[in-house]
């Protein structure tokens, strides 16, 4: 059984830093894309940040310049450094996996953690 558990978020004010994480386990082959995405209320979800098996990133207009993702390999772990957040930037971030387990090829996603940037 594959699960993503995502750690980190909470609150900060406007022009702050904040980091999340998400770590993948099960029997797990092959991780081929990780990424981030978020929903503001009465919002859809939208992309934030993904990075490829190869290391290739790609960014929300929104965020390019501000947030950093990463992944450590080796842990199955991807990460999401956000520097100058405004309040805009505010939602609930959830983390996604495309991977490959003894369960087959297929995308996972962690339960969400709340990042709330305000004064």
């Known amino acids: 059984q594959v699960q993503l558990v995502e750690s980190g978020g909470g609150l900060v004010q406007p022009g702050g830093s904040l980091g999340v994480s998400c770590t993948a386990s099960?029997?797990?082959?092959?991780?081929?894309?990780m990424g981030w995405y978020r929903q503001a209320p009465g919002k859809q979800r939208e992309l934030v940040a993904v990075i490829s098996s190869g290391g290739s990133t790609d960014y929300a207009d929104s965020v390019k310049g501000r947030f950093t993702i990463s992944r450590d390999y080796a842990k199955n772990t991807v990460s999401l450094q956000m520097f100058s957040l405004k309040p805009e930037d505010t939602a609930v971030y959830y983390c996604?996996?495309?991977?490959?387990?003894?369960?087959?090829?297929?995308?996972?996603w962690g339960q969400g953690t709340q990042v709330t940037v305000s004064s």
């Open positions: 996604k996996a495309v991977l490959s387990s003894v369960a087959g090829n297929d995308v996972y």
């Open positions: 099960g029997t797990i082959f092959r991780i081929y894309v």
